[in-house]
């Protein structure tokens, strides 16, 4: 995409420390991020956005992940969100420094948490992760962990059929069971002691994968770490909600698909509630976020 325009985008925002938390996901794995929020910040107000009409951005371009990133983000600006978490993988390795460049208020996203605890944990070295084709293809998390080592060997494994598995609500079934097998016995031959979780769906899976791996292979679930690094930036720009919550969690779609309520609650471990679906394309329209934008190659 070309062109001298940039994306408009709400950037003044009114940072109290009771203003809402803001999560954006390609869809409805993201709300296993939520969930681990919502143990770890009682008090805080949590209103999350499922691009579900554009799903899955892992397949898209680079360039077209970081445009629905900066759409996702500016939806949720409006409800003046003193933080915007990057619950998606793909959307994490693709955008995150590009939204941190164009807001003012914290960005993080699942990859570096994920991959910092990891390094935490490893005792030989030699950590694998699992994920989605893009994900896996991208090498974030290996990028990622380079960065703080360059001592430890890291082990991709796309698995591709989880995550349809998962929706389907095949938890507690031989089909899922025998495909986490095979998709992990190549990381299990390189002898991993660490297994990262690279896909908010996976989660869900993680009594099915621990089984598979062993005791002695730890699982490091991206989506938990998040949660500790939010608190921990929150505290330290003194902007953790030391009250209690007077707002409920708002939950907002760019489209309900068949079954969202039933998956959605079993990612988020309770009825899903508050769900609106908004009009994402009026409001891409009206915001002017449909002109010609700058993105990085």
């Not at 978490?85 to 995150?96: G, Q, Y």
């Not at 993680?206 to 929150?234: M, Y």
Request: glycine share 8%.
């Amino acid at each position: 995409m070309t062109g001298s325009k940039s994306i408009k985008l709400i950037l003044k925002v009114r940072c109290k420390m009771d203003n809402p938390i803001g999560i954006f996901d390609s869809g409805i794995g993201g709300l296993t991020v939520v969930k681990q929020l919502m143990h770890l910040l009682p008090n805080e107000q949590l209103i999350y956005f499922g691009d579900t009409a554009r799903v899955p951005y892992g397949t898209k371009s680079k360039r077209l992940v970081q445009q629905y990133a900066l759409e996702d983000a500016n939806f949720l600006m409006q409800f003046d969100v003193k933080m915007i978490v990057i619950a998606c993988n793909s959307a994490s390795a693709a955008a995150r420094e590009l939204l941190q460049e164009k807001l003012d208020v914290p960005v993080l996203g699942v990859v570096s948490p994920g991959a910092s605890a990891a390094v935490e944990n490893t005792r030989n070295g030699k950590i694998g992760v699992i994920g989605t084709q893009a994900t896996i293809g991208s090498n974030a998390y290996v990028r990622a962990i380079n960065k703080l080592s360059d001592d430890i060997e890291v082990s991709g494994q796309p698995c591709p059929l989880l995550v349809p598995l998962v929706e389907e609500g095949w938890l507690d079934d031989q089909v899922t069971d025998l495909a986490i097998q095979k998709y992990l016995k190549d990381l299990l031959q390189a002898d991993i002691d660490t297994l990262i979780l690279g896909c908010t769906h996976y989660p869900v899976l993680e009594p099915n994968i621990q089984k598979a791996v062993g005791e002695t292979v730890r699982l490091i679930d991206s989506g938990k770490e998040t949660a500790k690094a939010v608190k921990a930036v929150l505290e330290q720009k003194n902007m953790l909600n030391m009250g209690i919550k007077n707002s409920e969690d708002q939950f907002y779609v760019s489209d309900i698909p068949a079954k969202f309520e039933e998956i959605g609650s079993r990612f988020l471990g309770k009825p899903l509630n508050n769900i609106q679906r908004v009009d994402f394309d009026r409001f891409l329209i009206e915001s002017g976020l449909t002109n010609e934008i700058q993105l990085q190659d």
